[in-house]
């Protein structure tokens, strides 16, 4: 249970930065994307761990701790990458200190090249606001892309019952964009099996999501949810925006 920047962290532990080629790990989602399409999550995290070892890590925006537990159980002391934007929820912050307290995990936060300060000097005060696709961008997108160039595959917790945009998200895909294997270990899972495995196993959740919170993004950029609204329209609310770019 570590917590520390990707390159300092596989620096001390000697992992290798060359992996598979793209051609390579592309004929893996060719071949084991829909043998593994009906697999049980944990199937699903065992064979990524088995097939691409120290190259494959989860990514968690701690929402809850699910997709985490469930690596841990699977592979203990998996690496679990966590975006620290500077903009989160305090609550977010402690959930991710929880996990790392509580779960058999390599913690790994990851941050932006600048400060929100100095992204402030260099784009104008709330950049979030001016021009919330660059604020994404810089704050998420770039960092994600350069803590993922030490995998060749990365595990999300996307699930196609979150939003329409994901209905056709596999469970082992490939991203183009990143020249990386994207696995979904819990893409077919329904908001009532997510509910069940929390209950059933003590699972961590971030409290704002019983606080009207459903899905937990930058503070500046989220707000609650009022009952029976769609749980991602707290999300950049009254813009035409519905996703930071990692999942595009």
Not at 35 to 62: K, N
Not at 71 to 81: E, S
Not at 192 to 215: K, R
Request: glycine share 8%; proline share 5%; hydrophobic share 40%.
């Amino acid at each position: 249970m570590t917590t520390a920047t990707t390159a300092a962290a596989r620096a001390h532990r000697g992992i290798e930065t060359s992996g598979r080629s793209p051609e390579e790990l592309r004929e893996l989602v060719s071949h084991w994307g829909a043998e593994l399409e009906l697999a049980p999550a944990e199937d699903i995290i065992e064979w990524a761990a088995a097939t691409f070892g120290d190259r494959f890590c989860i990514t968690s925006s701690m929402g809850d701790a699910v997709l985490a537990h469930l690596a841990a159980k699977v592979v203990p002391g998996v690496d679990v990458v966590f975006l620290d934007t500077g903009y989160h929820f305090v609550e977010t912050i402690g959930t991710r200190d929880a996990v790392e307290a509580t779960l058999d995990v390599t913690l790994l936060t990851i941050t932006p090249v600048q400060s929100v300060a100095e992204q402030d000097a260099a784009y104008g005060k709330d950049l979030y606001k001016t021009d919330p696709d660059l604020c994404c961008k810089l704050r998420k997108v770039q960092p994600l892309a350069e803590s993922l160039s030490h995998y060749d595959a990365w595990a999300t917790g996307l699930r196609r019952a979150e939003t329409h945009n994901r209905v056709i998200a596999p469970v082992i895909g490939w991203d183009a964009k990143k020249g990386k294997v994207k696995v979904s270990p819990l893409a077919r899972w329904s908001d009532e099996q997510v509910e069940q495995y929390i209950a059933e196993n003590g699972v961590l959740v971030n409290p704002l999501v019983y606080d009207g919170y459903p899905s937990i993004g930058c503070a500046p950029c989220t707000r609650r949810v009022a009952p029976g609204e769609d749980p991602r329209s707290g999300r950049w609310a009254g813009t035409t925006k519905t996703e930071c770019g990692i999942h595009s």
